[in-house]
């Protein structure tokens, strides 16, 4: 999009080149019979366009061209900050989750060992141990599952930022996330408005 801007800049810089007077002036030197030593004759030409209709429109519509590209890259910046912001949200929502599976994890180690005390007494049924051994494992496939979700959420961002996810990461309280949230909602907005925008200019560059 960047690129577009530049070309939509240098298209506008060549209009109003064309439409500017231009300047060009001679240095002779002459004789005449009288004056055999000779003299300098110097000539200043001026050549300018008259601006018609034509003229003046082209020199609008490369304006509101170049603005129309402008706006494009303000729309791609702002989807390209949407989808980051999202992204972290979910990498924060995420965590939050893995770390109360992890909690469960640790009480459902402490219930297995208990099982096995009582299994090897003869006081509990083998069902119960085979229940108990399920959960543990379970609750090891979602904190894998939860990871996984977690490492392509960061390689999502690197991919759209173009720069190494950090590696302490990155820490967002609740409330923090409620205001991303908000956030989020605003860029939407800030979004709708441009595609108004880029409307509008595209209405003006063709009149």
Request: glycine share 2%; net charge neutral; no cysteine.
């Amino acid at each position: 999009k960047e690129a577009l801007v530049n070309a939509e800049e240098l298209n506008e810089l060549s209009a109003k080149l064309y439409a500017i007077p231009k300047l060009s002036g001679t240095v002779t030197q002459k004789h005449t019979r009288i004056n055999t030593q000779g003299y300098i004759e110097s000539r200043l030409i001026l050549n300018s366009l008259l601006f018609d209709d034509v003229t003046l429109n082209t020199l609008k519509s490369q304006h509101y061209k170049l603005l129309g590209a402008l706006v494009d890259l303000d729309k791609e910046k702002e989807t390209i900050v949407s989808s980051v912001m999202s992204d972290q949200i979910n990498i924060s929502l995420y965590e939050k989750l893995r770390s109360n599976a992890q909690i469960l994890k640790r009480d459902s180690e402490k219930l297995h060992a208990k099982i096995n005390v009582k299994d090897e007494v003869g006081i509990i049924k083998e069902s119960d141990v085979k229940l108990a051994e399920l959960l543990v494992q379970k609750i090891d496939n979602e904190i894998y599952n939860i990871d996984r979700v977690i490492e392509q959420r960061k390689l999502d961002i690197e991919s759209k930022a173009l720069y190494p996810y950090p590696a302490r990461g990155i820490t967002i309280s609740s409330d923090k996330v409620s205001q991303l949230l908000s956030l989020k909602k605003n860029a939407t907005d800030l979004a709708n408005n441009l595609d108004l925008k880029k409307i509008m200019l595209s209405k003006l560059e063709t009149k």
